[in-house]
């Protein structure tokens, strides 16, 4: 990290835990006896307790979100572009709450966590989660820290779609549900990606049932292929030729199977890296979670009707270059919302990065969460 820490950081963070020792039913019919949760706080929350933002991780994301866990960090949490003091998620106006969600493995009860029943790791005996169980642990979570109402609840793609949960399973308790990125559910063809990821982890022979931690090893292999073609679908074509062209690392073509293309070393790079901090068991779980997210089921496909009785206020906002949750998703939100009447922002930003839009400082996108940030700083306790 930098020598010193940027004035415009939350600055050093300690991850701090929630122990929640009552049984937790979900939505696949089975039940956690107990979890732990893990996150983060930045900012102070005010005497009123109105100042509160939950922020929604997406699939490979976590707790840290903002600011730097020692001296020695190279790089900050995954959205500090947005958050800190006089940005756009301003910590001197408001108190950030950033929790790792049930299945994670940066320290919330997930598949490397101990079963009770067992006294071993869970692995494939962890239950798969969906997004409102998530949002119910999240609700846990706020009665811990005495929060009754957020001020808003916001995240990028999987996140975008756990700040739309919030805003239909628990109406009172938002103000604002800030959904940038996101899709109303999944198509075909991002299924499609995520079962390929699945198959790329469940086939590598390390793998052993997902009962890998027994034999002391990870599907290595599997897991660097379905980041590799992850991080491919988090980019936009522009993007990557921008940055790779056809570039060949040594100038020529070798006639061989070896990384040749930067490109190829790029995304080989990812995937090794992606291997050593990620587990397999949760990477399985958070694209099935992403898989079944579809609020309007219920509703005989209605995404207005399922939203019909939410309270809060809305800013969605989308990339041009982002085709895995295209500017055309976001807007489906967005007609669902205006057929019911609700009061809804949208803000389409030109961008080629891609689905990776979310995560970086763009200026136009950083003028508009910042714009409705300000909207969200305004109101108090309804």
Same mark, same amino acid.
């Given at each position: 990290m930098p020598e010193t820490i940027p004035a415009d950081s939350v600055g050093l963070v300690t991850p701090q835990k929630l122990v929640h020792d009552t049984p937790l039913d979900l939505d696949c019919g089975r039940a956690l006896p107990a979890f732990e949760m893990v996150y983060e706080t930045y900012g102070q929350l005010n005497a009123q307790k109105d100042n509160a933002i939950l922020?929604?991780? @997406? #699939?490979?994301g976590d707790h840290h979100a903002a600011g730097y866990h020692s001296m020695?960090?190279?790089?900050? =949490?995954?959205?500090?572009?947005?958050?800190?003091?006089?940005?756009?998620?301003?910590?001197?106006?408001?108190?950030?709450?950033?929790?790792n969600n049930l299945g994670g493995c940066k320290g919330t009860t997930g598949p490397m966590s101990t079963n009770p029943e067992t006294g071993k790791a869970y692995g494939p005996d962890f239950p798969i989660v969906t997004v409102s169980d998530w949002v119910h642990s999240q609700a846990l979570l706020a009665d811990h820290l005495g929060i009754d109402q957020w001020a808003?609840?916001?995240?990028?793609?999987?996140?975008?779609?756990? @700040? #739309?949960?919030?805003?239909i399973d628990y109406p009172d308790r938002l103000r604002h549900?800030?959904?940038?990125? =996101?899709?109303?559910?999944?198509?075909?063809?991002?299924?499609?990606?995520?079962?390929?990821?699945?198959?790329?982890?469940?086939?590598d022979p390390d793998f052993h049932e997902g009962r890998y931690y027994d034999y002391n090893t990870i599907p290595r292999r599997g897991l660097m292929i379905a980041r590799m073609l992850g991080h491919i679908t988090y980019l936009s074509d522009l993007s990557m030729r921008a940055k790779f062209g056809r570039e060949l690392r040594e100038g020529k073509i070798n006639f061989g199977f070896d990384v040749e293309f930067q490109v190829e070393s790029y995304l080989r790079y990812q995937g090794k890296s992606f291997v050593e901090k990620f587990d397999a068991n949760t990477y399985l779980l958070m694209t099935k979670v992403l898989d079944y997210f579809d609020p309007a089921k219920e509703y005989d496909d209605d995404l207005s009707a399922a939203l019909k009785d939410t309270q809060a206020e809305f800013f969605v906002a989308a990339f041009t270059g982002d085709w895995r949750f295209a500017p055309q998703r976001s807007r489906e939100i967005v007609k669902a919302l205006v057929k019911g009447r609700k009061t809804v922002s949208y803000s389409e930003i030109t961008a080629h990065h891609g689905h990776d839009a979310f995560l970086m400082p763009i200026q136009d996108y950083m003028d508009a969460?910042?714009?409705?940030?300000?909207?969200?700083?305004?109101g108090g306790a309804q």
């Open positions: 922020i929604c991780h @997406a #699939l490979s020695e960090d190279r790089k900050p =949490g995954w959205w500090d572009t947005c958050i800190g003091p006089g940005k756009p998620i301003d910590t001197n106006r408001f108190f950030v709450v950033a929790p808003a609840v916001a995240g990028g793609s999987l996140g975008g779609m756990q @700040a #739309l949960q919030w805003a549900s800030i959904v940038i990125a =996101g899709a109303p559910r999944l198509s075909a063809q991002n299924i499609g990606f995520n079962e390929i990821a699945r198959q790329a982890i469940m086939s969460l910042r714009t409705y940030m300000n909207r969200v700083a305004q």
